[in-house]
């Protein structure tokens, strides 16, 4: 079964992929209306499944409006 947070997990990787050594990626939660929680596990969890939880030295995380969000996403990282 395909679900969107397959397709955003692909990109993620993709662009993940494509980063020189120095680079990282930023991921920006503001603006959005909500994340759900399997939504979240799915794509960070899946990532980190797939390529590991060194994911955690290259991404960077933005969000001021959800507290807690940072540590929830990083948790699905360090725990897939």
């Not at 507290?67 to 948790?75: D, K």
């Amino acid at each position: 079964k395909n679900h969107i947070s397959d397709g955003i997990t692909i990109t993620l990787i993709k662009k993940y992929n494509e980063l020189k050594n120095e680079d990282t990626l930023l991921i920006d939660f503001d603006g959005g209306y909500g994340y759900a929680t399997s939504f979240l596990e799915e794509v960070f969890g899946g990532m980190s499944r797939k390529l590991g939880k060194k994911i955690l030295d290259k991404l960077r995380f933005k969000s001021e409006e959800e507290e807690g969000l940072i540590e929830a996403v990083t948790n699905y990282i360090k725990n897939a």
